[in-house]
Structure formats: structure tokens, C-alpha cells
């Protein structure tokens, strides 16, 4: 495992993205202190205030993977960041730890941690993938368009430095990416901790508000859920907000 460290940069995914991939050693972590124009999912702003947070970007080669698989990875991604914060000693309740669908962790019903996946294909199957990550570690305090932010440090009063961290959490990716790739699929234990499995709430569906239940998500990573008036539907990231 290697991490490149970089003072600042406008995005470490975006950093990547410009890369020579197939040239990237597998696992290389591209680190930056500060990013300046943090790139979040739907096109929004990560916003982390300099040297409080980890952000970083992996590169992997999960040519293991087929294309239409690539929510594997997002699962085990999410997985290892569970992993993670449930080892954190200082977070009294780990049951509280949840992922919000696709891949945003939670805790207490707060966000701590987003994620960034984007691959390239050859042929039928991935020939990289850039993993960016977002956890708040010491931030205590968030612009107040940041929807719902939380972060170990508000979560425990304490301070921690990073690169323990980093490399904690790098060691936590590693086990999960390995057992994805011996074949283990990460599906019923994602489940296990996906925030309102099993349990009505209200969402913004497209233009409607419904009350659903999530029942699972489809291979590709969809959105299954079922409306309090027996409606079956499957959902992409656009389609559907939790209220
Ligand atoms: C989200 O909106 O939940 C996804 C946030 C992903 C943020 C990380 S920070 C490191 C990497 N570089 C970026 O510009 N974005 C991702």
C-alpha cells in the first residue's frame, strides 16, 4: 500500500481522474491535507475545512469485477468505514452506526462520511477504480448549507491526528477489498447496517412524496422499496431523497 501526501489540491478524485490509471499501482492512496474544490456525489461540494479531515482517493484495479458489478465495491467500501468507526472506542453506541443508501455513513443520524466511486472499464470488466473518501475527524463546525454534518471529534470531544487514522482505515479497505475478491459477497452484511431497511419512512420520489420501505437494493446497486400502496419501485440516486 502506498499514500502519495499532498499539502493541497483542488480534489483528489479529480487528481486521479487525470491519471494514467493503468500505470497506478493497485491500492496507491492519493492524500491531500487540504482540497480546495472537494467534488461531492450528485455534482455537490465536499466541503472540509483544511487539515481537520481525512480526504483521500484510492486507486484500485478490480478487474475481478464485472462492469455491471460495481456496486460490489461500494458495499465493501462501506463496509470498511463501518468497520472502522465501530472499533472507535469513544463512540459510545456502534448500533447507532448506519449507511445511508448508497454509501454514506452515519452516526447518530448525522453524516460523517461520504464516498466517491468511479471506475473504467475494458471490455466486460473494471479496470480501475478511483475511491474518494470524506471523514470528518476533527471539524466542529460546518457551513450551514452542509446538510446534517457530524464528526468524531463533535462525537467524543476528542482530537485525533490523521495518518493513524488514514492507515487504519486503509488496513480495513484492504481486508474488505480481498475478501470481495475471494468471492465473498458483501451484500448481507451491508444490509445489516443500511439505514430504514425494513422500516416505512417518508422520501421525495421524483416529483411525488411517498411513504416506502426499502426491502434491498437490485445487483446493479438500485434502490428496491416498496410504497405504502403496494407499489414495487427501484430507484438510481437522482430518483429518490429520504425527508
Ligand atoms: C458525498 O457527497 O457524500 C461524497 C463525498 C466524497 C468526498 C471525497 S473527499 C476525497 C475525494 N475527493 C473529492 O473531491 N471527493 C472525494
Same mark, same amino acid.
Given at each position: ?12 478524485n479529480?487528481?486521479?481522474? =487525470?491519471?494514467?490509471?493503468a500505470?497506478v ?6 492524500w491531500?491535507?487540504e ?8 455534482? @455537490? ?7 481537520? @479531515? ?47 443508501w448508497? @454509501?454514506d ?5 448525522k ?13 466486460n ?21 452542509? *446538510?446534517? *454534518? ?20 486503509? =488496513? ?9 475478491k475471494?468471492?465473498?459477497d *458483501? ?11 425494513g ?11 411517498i411513504?416506502?420501505t426499502?426491502?434491498?437494493?437490485? *445487483? ?24
Amino acid at each position: 500500500m502506498r499514500i502519495v501526501r499532498f499539502d493541497s489540491l483542488e480534489s483528489t478524485n479529480k487528481y486521479c481522474e =487525470a491519471l494514467d490509471l493503468a500505470e497506478v499501482e493497485d491500492f496507491t492512496c492519493y492524500w491531500a491535507l487540504e482540497q480546495t474544490a472537494g467534488i461531492g456525489q450528485r455534482g @455537490n461540494v465536499w466541503a472540509s475545512a483544511s487539515r481537520e @479531515n481525512l480526504t483521500f482517493s484510492l486507486v484500485l484495479h478490480p478487474t475481478f469485477l464485472p462492469a455491471d458489478r460495481q456496486f460490489k465495491l461500494t458495499e465493501a467500501l462501506s463496509l470498511a468505514l463501518v468497520d472502522v468507526l465501530k472499533d472507535f472506542k469513544d463512540l459510545k453506541d456502534p448500533k447507532d452506526l448506519k449507511v445511508k443508501w448508497p @454509501n454514506d455513513i452515519h452516526v447518530d443520524g448525522k453524516k460523517i462520511c461520504g464516498t466517491l466511486v468511479s471506475t473504467r472499464l475494458s471490455g466486460n470488466a473494471i479496470s480501475s477504480a478511483v475511491c474518494g473518501i470524506g471523514l470528518n475527524v476533527n471539524q466542529t463546525s460546518f457551513p450551514d448549507w452542509v *446538510p446534517n *454534518p457530524t464528526s468524531l471529534s463533535l462525537l467524543t470531544g476528542r482530537e485525533y491526528e490523521l495518518e493513524p487514522l488514514l492507515r487504519q482505515l486503509l =488496513a480495513c479497505i484492504e481486508r474488505r477489498y480481498n475478501e470481495l475478491k475471494a468471492g465473498l459477497d *458483501p451484500e448481507p452484511e451491508y444490509l445489516e447496517h443500511l439505514l430504514n431497511l425494513g422500516l416505512p419512512a417518508r422520501y421525495r420520489y421524483n416529483e411525488e412524496e411517498i411513504e416506502a420501505t426499502i426491502t434491498g437494493v437490485d *445487483p446493479h446497486g438500485r434502490l428496491l422499496l416498496t410504497t405504502s400502496d403496494g407499489r414495487r419501485i427501484s430507484c438510481g440516486m437522482k430518483e429518490i431523497t429520504l425527508l
